[in-house]
C-alpha cells in the first residue's frame, strides 16, 4: 500500500470501495479498488474475489484499449486490492441521466468501441455477463471501457450454468436453469444495452416494473416493440441480438464479433480506426472535474456489520496467491516514465544550446523540429497505398497530419530500428516498431530521401542514447533505493497463475 498515495473516494461496491490514486514512484495515476476481507466472509464471496482476479489477470495480460485493466493485485492484512485504469469520465447510466437518450450516431459510436471489448474477452475464452450503461466507463476524451469483471467468467473447459447477472439484461439461456451457455449471452445484453441507450429503459422493463420475477418472465417470452422512428439498420440490428434461441443470435451463428462488425448498422465504419480511437466521441467528460458522485452522496460501510468477524489463518490461506504484476503493463508504466524524463532532459538541453545561440525564444515556442516536410506513407486497410502526408521530426518523435487528420505520431521509444528497404519497386525508410508493426516512407526526390533518413537516424539514435541514461538520470533526482523501486517490481511478480 506504501508504494500507491490514496486520493478520494470515486465509487462502492458489494464489498468494498474504490479510490483513485497515484503510484508514489512514476507519478502514474490510477484506480485503486479495495475489497474488504471481512465483508467477503461475511455475505461467502471468496470465490467471486478470487475470480475477479483471474478474469483481470486474462484479459490484462495483452491489453485492450476497450476494458479496465489490472496492472497489480496486492493484498494487505484486511483488504484485497486491484490496481486498475483510471477512468474519471463518469460511466454510461449517469451520462444517460444527465444527457438524456442517445442518438442513433452516438450509439454507434459506443457500440463500435464495445464490441472490441466484448471481442477481445471473447477470444481469451471469458464470458462477461454483467453488460449495462453502468458498467461502460468513459475517460478523460470520451472513450469507453468495459469494467467491472466481478461475474466474469472463463468458459475455455467448461460452460457456465449459473443465472447471475442484471435482471433486464440476462440472456434467455441465462435464466432458464441448468442451462449451459458461452459468449452468447453478452450478446444478448448488448442489444438490451444499446436500446436501453436509445429509448432510456430495457426492452423488458417497458413498463418500468421492478418485479425481477416479471422482468425475467418478459424476457423469455415477449416480443421486443421497435418504435416506427428506429431506422431499419438500428431495428435489424436489435432484432438480431435480441433473438431468443442462440442459433439465431448475431454474434453466435459462428462468425462471432465479425458478425455484427458486417452488419449494416455499421456500413462506413472503419474498425481499424475504431480500434485506434480516431473517431471523435459524441459526448467530452468536462475537464479537471471527477464525474463521479460526491464523496457524501457515495456514502461509506456501516463497520458493525462486520465488527464481530474474525479473519482466521485459514481465511488468509485463501489469499496465499492472490499479489500478482502485469509484467507488460507494469514495463509500459515505466518506459513512459522514462521516457518522460528523457525528454525533458532533452529539451533542457536543447534550450540551452538554443541559449548560448541567442535564440532561446525560438524553442520557448515550441519549435524544436529537426526537419519537416511531405513525404509518402504506405497504409490504408490493407497497407496498399502510399498516402502523402506532412511530417515533422523532432528529437524524441515524429510527427505527421493529413488534410483533416489529426496529429498522428510515432514516438522513438517505439521504433526498433531504422533501415532502407525496398517496397513495390520504390526505395523506402522502414521504421520496425514494438508489436511487429511498422512505417514505411518514400520521398519525392533522392536528395529528400537521403537528407530524410539522416536525421530520422540520428535522431533514433540520441533517443536510444537517451534512454539508457534515464536510470542515471533517475537516480540523480532520488535516492538509490528509489532508482531500485523503479527497476524492479513493487510486488511479487507472479504469472496469471499467482505463482512464481
Not at 434461441?245 to 451463428?253: A, H, I, K, N, S
Request: charged share 30%; glycine share 8%.
Amino acid at each position: 500500500m506504501n508504494d500507491f498515495s490514496v486520493h478520494r473516494i470515486i465509487g462502492r461496491g458489494g464489498f468494498g470501495e474504490v479510490y483513485g490514486c497515484r503510484k508514489a514512484d512514476t507519478g502514474k495515476m490510477y484506480a485503486m479498488k479495495c475489497l474488504d476481507k471481512k465483508r467477503i466472509k461475511m455475505k461467502q464471496g471468496e470465490t467471486l474475489a478470487l475470480n475477479e482476479r483471474i478474469m483481470l489477470s486474462l484479459v490484462s495480460e495483452v491489453d485492450s484499449p476497450f476494458i479496465v485493466c489490472m496492472t497489480y493485485a496486492f493484498q494487505t492484512p484486511d483488504k484485497l486490492c486491484f490496481i486498475l485504469d483510471l477512468m474519471n469520465g463518469g460511466d454510461l447510466h449517469y451520462h444517460l441521466s444527465q444527457h438524456g437518450v442517445f442518438s442513433e450516431k452516438e450509439v454507434q459510436f459506443y457500440a463500435a468501441e464495445i464490441i472490441l471489448g466484448l471481442e477481445h474477452m471473447h477470444s481469451r475464452f471469458v464470458v462477461y455477463r454483467d453488460l449495462k450503461p453502468a458498467n461502460i466507463l468513459l475517460d478523460e476524451n470520451g472513450h469507453v471501457r468495459i469494467s467491472d469483471l466481478g461475474l466474469a467468467c472463463d468458459f475455455s473447459k467448461r460452460k457456465p450454468h449459473a443465472s447471475v447477472g442484471t435482471h433486464g439484461y440476462m440472456a434467455p439461456e441465462v435464466l432458464s436453469k441448468g442451462t449451459a451457455y458461452d459468449s452468447s449471452a453478452d450478446w444478448f445484453s448488448f442489444g438490451c444495452m444499446l436500446y436501453k441507450l436509445l429509448k432510456g429503459h430495457s426492452p423488458f422493463r417497458q413498463h418500468k416494473t421492478k418485479d425481477k420475477h416479471e422482468i425475467d418472465r418478459m424476457t423469455l417470452t415477449m416480443d421486443v416493440e421497435f418504435p416506427d422512428t428506429m431506422s431499419p439498420e438500428m431495428k435489424s440490428l436489435l432484432q438480431g441480438l435480441l433473438k431468443r434461441e442462440v442459433t439465431d443470435r448475431l454474434g453466435c451463428r459462428g462468425g462471432n464479433a465479425e458478425e455484427l462488425k458486417e452488419h449494416p448498422f455499421f456500413s462506413g465504419i472503419d474498425w481499424n480506426l475504431v480500434y485506434y480511437q480516431k473517431y471523435t466521441p459524441p459526448l467530452q467528460p468536462p475537464r479537471g472535474e471527477v464525474n463521479a458522485a460526491d464523496a457524501f452522496d457515495i456514502g461509506s460501510f456501516d463497520e458493525e456489520d462486520t465488527r464481530g468477524i474474525k479473519l482466521t489463518e485459514a481465511d488468509q490461506e485463501l489469499y496465499k496467491d492472490f499479489p500478482l504484476v502485469i509484467s507488460e503493463r507494469w514495463q509500459q508504466e515505466i518506459s513512459e516514465t522514462v521516457f518522460e524524463a528523457i525528454n525533458q532532459e532533452a529539451d533542457r538541453l536543447e534550450a540551452k544550446k538554443r541559449a548560448k545561440r541567442g535564440d532561446e525564444g525560438e524553442y520557448a515556442v515550441g519549435k524544436d523540429c529537426i526537419m519537416h516536410g511531405h513525404l509518402l506513407k504506405l497504409g490504408g486497410p490493407f497497407m496498399t497505398t502510399w498516402q502523402r502526408r506532412y511530417f515533422y521530426l523532432f528529437p524524441n518523435r515524429l510527427e505527421f497530419m493529413g488534410d483533416g487528420e489529426k496529429g498522428n505520431v510515432v514516438t522513438m521509444e517505439q521504433v526498433l530500428s531504422v533501415e532502407e528497404s525496398h517496397v513495390k519497386n520504390f526505395k523506402c525508410i522502414q521504421l520496425k516498431m514494438t508489436g511487429g508493426k511498422q512505417c514505411l516512407l518514400r520521398a519525392e526526390s533522392d536528395p529528400e530521401f537521403v537528407q530524410w533518413k539522416k536525421e530520422i537516424e540520428e535522431a533514433f539514435n540520441e533517443a536510444q542514447k537517451m534512454l539508457k541514461k534515464g536510470p542515471k538520470m533517475f537516480a540523480t533526482q532520488g535516492s538509490s533505493s528509489d532508482l531500485t523501486n523503479r527497476q524492479h517490481p513493487p510486488l511479487t511478480q507472479r504469472n496469471s497463475n499467482g505463482m512464481h
